[in-house]
């Protein structure tokens, strides 16, 4: 069955720190990865995803996630925290695998920037 | 901005009250969402649209009726709505359905109807 996991409900970081949210998944065929974030009282914004190709995937607002397989994970990143990411973030797979036409959401972390 | 965009923001209805969500995409996106989402928690999928059809029902409960008049509106009906049903209602889009021409691409959220159910 498929899962995606962020084993962190909340992350706190110092603002200029370098800052990473975790993810991990599972599928049975290839993943598609996608970050998502939502700012409060707004919608989700897409960030970053990953389909193929190169394992570091550079997305929006200068945020970057690895996509490493033999791990199953696939971590947001960046190098350095802003105030203004402070938000829920959402880590989102699709199995390429079969006709499943849903993604499948972790639960989320909150990230807080602190000044 | 957001190039989907949801009619009203806010909503506050009686139990036995009749309104509607409103969705409009001027992408040319051949798939559209539903999703509720409660505070903090990720969004659960709704319906699915595709080409104006309805594609995937996740066993949503009748008092909640999609249509989908063309391509880039999507509604939302509701009646008869209990307290529970407060949440953030979410619509989204995308080039195409998963599945559907090998469609890979990313949603495309609007802001949200924040629902509330007295």
């Known amino acids: 069955a498929q899962s995606v996991a962020q084993p962190e409900d909340q992350v706190n970081v110092a603002e200029g720190n370098p800052l990473t949210v975790k993810c991990t998944y599972s599928v049975s065929g290839n993943p598609y990865l996608f970050w998502y974030v939502q700012y409060p009282n707004r919608g989700l914004q897409f960030l970053l995803k990953?389909?193929?190709?190169d394992n570091l995937v550079k997305g929006s607002y200068g945020f970057e996630a690895e996509f490493n397989k033999s791990q199953t994970s696939f971590h947001l990143k960046k190098p350095s925290a802003l105030v203004s990411d402070s938000a829920l973030y959402f880590c989102?797979?699709?199995?390429?695998?079969?006709?499943?036409?849903?993604?499948?959401w972790g639960l989320g972390t909150s990230l807080a920037v602190n000044p | 901005d957001t190039e989907v965009t949801q009619t009203p923001k806010h909503l506050v209805m009686g139990m036995t009250n009749k309104k509607s969500l409103k969705c409009e995409q001027h992408m040319g996106h051949r798939a559209m969402y539903w999703y509720k989402q409660k505070a903090k928690k990720p969004p659960e999928l709704m319906f699915v649209y595709s080409y104006e059809k309805l594609s995937i029902n996740e066993s949503v409960p009748s008092r909640f009726s999609p249509e989908c008049p063309n391509s880039s509106l999507l509604n939302l009906h509701l009646h008869a709505l209990q307290p529970e049903d407060s949440a953030l209602y979410l619509c989204?889009?995308?080039?195409?359905?998963?599945?559907?021409?090998?469609?890979?691409?990313?949603?495309?959220f609007g802001e949200g109807s924040r629902l509330t159910v007295l």
């Open positions: 989102a797979v699709r199995d390429s695998a079969g006709n499943n036409r849903k993604l499948i």
């Open positions: 989204a889009s995308s080039q195409d359905l998963f599945g559907l021409a090998r469609n890979t691409g990313e949603l495309f």
């Open positions: 990953y389909i193929t190709g």
